[in-house]
Structures are given as C-alpha cells and as structure tokens.
C-alpha cells in the first residue's frame, strides 16, 4: 500500500471508531444514533466540535467533561484507536485485493460495536447483523462475484454449526451468536472455520479460568457472551483464514 494512504485509513478508522461508540451506547437503550448530536451522558451538555476530535479531544479534556467534570471511559479513544489500527492494517494488507479489503473492513466495523454492547448487554442486536448480512451478498457482486457461492455455503454451514446447539440448549449459545455466525460465513467464506475455532478454544479458555477463580457451582452460573469471541476469531481470520486453512490441509 503506497504510504500515503496510511493517514488517510487512519483518520478514517479514528473517526469511525468515533460514530461506533456512539452505536455502542446508544443501540441498546434503543436511542438514535444519529440524533441528538454528540453530548455529555451526565450534563447532556452538546459538545463542540473540538471535543469530537478522536482521541485527541479525549487526551485534552483528560478524559473529563469540560462542563460537569464527569469521567469519559478510556473506552472511547481505545475503540477509535483500535478501529484506526485495524482499518490501516486491513488496507495494508489486502491493498491489491478489493474483494477481501472491503469486507474485511466492513465486518470489523459491524463487529465492533457487536462486542462493545455485547459485553455491555448480553445481547447482539439485529440492527447490526442484519443490515451487515444484507450488505454481503452485494459488496462480493461488486468486488469479485465469483466469492458469492462460497459466501452462501460458509454462511449457511455457520449458521446450522451454531443453530443446534442454540436449540437443543436455551442456556447457553443465544440466537444472536447464531446470527452473527452467519454473517462471519458470509464475509470469510471458508475462512469461518478457523475463526469459528478461534472462539470456541478463547471462550472454553475464559470459561475454565472463570470456573477455577469462581468453583464449579458459581463459575458455571456466570454468564459469559459469546459474540466478542467470536469477534476475535473473525479478526485473526480477517489476516491469516488461509494460511490457517492452507497448513491443516498440508499436515494430509
């Protein structure tokens, strides 16, 4: 990627990342993200627009609100931070590939906020999935139409690997982690396989630490979201799926 187009992926990850914290918050308690403008969650003081500046507004104000001198999370320069980093490493890596530089940064911006209120909430809203599934099919026919059957099988296969369990226990996975299943599929094609067993090793791993900090008893009680996992192994397999992929199928 010619090194100019760095900063220009970075100012839009930051200011992505941006909006997305506003998602984040505002989704869940089933308030616009688009109005009212940008205000302080304490005073609800409108901010200007120097206190909008990513990251480094936060810096300036140091992380308080210039009117009630409420505390701002460190969570809102770290997700505009993160978002930046992610969207210039995606480019970097996939500068000659449209296909897989376009979905690549379209699913990490709809599984960002995914994570944030699912960690929040213990919920993956629709309002995301499904304008992210919706989006797929179109973004593969503009970009490389030949990826479109394989995005169809790796959604569905996605899909029904998650919706079984889902069924047969109401306990544990929840039919937002099935969704969200389905469109891994249908942005990774093939590569949702690792990034399905990404998940599914982070989230037993959590889950035996919890136990063991916790006992059984307890540990087995506390409720333990499943989409950031999932989240995180889209993200690795955003980079390495098939080379992932590529060395199981060389260990034959």
């Known amino acids: 990627m010619p090194a100019v187009w760095i900063p220009i992926f970075a100012f839009l990850g930051l200011c992505v990342g941006s909006f997305l914290n506003v998602v984040a918050w505002r989704l869940p308690r089933g308030e616009s993200v ?15 627009a120097y206190e909008n500046v990513p990251v480094l507004a936060w810096v300036l104000l140091r992380g308080r609100c210039r009117t009630c001198g409420a505390s701002i999370s460190a969570r809102y320069p770290l997700v505009e931070l993160a978002t930046g980093v992610l969207y210039v ?17 379209v699913l990490v911006t709809a599984l960002i906020p995914i994570t944030l209120i699912d960690l ?21 026919a ?8 394989e995005q169809l099988i790796a959604g569905a296969a996605a899909t029904v690997f998650f ?3 889902a069924l047969i226990s109401r306990k544990g996975m929840g039919m937002g982690d099935v969704k969200l299943a389905g469109v891994l599929g249908l942005y990774l094609g093939a590569a949702v396989a690792p990034a399905i067993m ?12 919890v136990i063991a900090r916790s006992g ?21 397999s955003i980079f390495a799926g098939a080379r992932i992929i590529d060395a199981y199928l060389g260990t034959f």
């Open 34 to 48: 688009v109005r009212p403008g940008s205000h302080c969650p304490s005073c609800e003081r409108p901010l200007r």
């Open 89 to 105: 490493a995606i480019a970097a890596a996939y500068w000659e590939d449209w296909r897989e530089l376009v979905l690549g940064i």
């Open 120 to 140: 929040d909430v213990r919920r993956i809203p629709n309002a995301i999935t499904a304008p992210a599934a919706l989006l797929a099919l179109p973004l593969a």
């Open 142 to 149: 503009v970009t490389e139409p030949g990826f479109i059957p």
């Open 163 to 165: 919706l079984l369990p």
């Open 198 to 209: 990404i998940a599914l090793v982070a989230g037993t791993v959590v889950g035996v630490v």
């Open 216 to 236: 059984v008893a307890e540990g087995r009680k506390t409720a333990v979201p499943f989409g950031p996992f999932l989240a995180l192994g889209a993200t690795v």
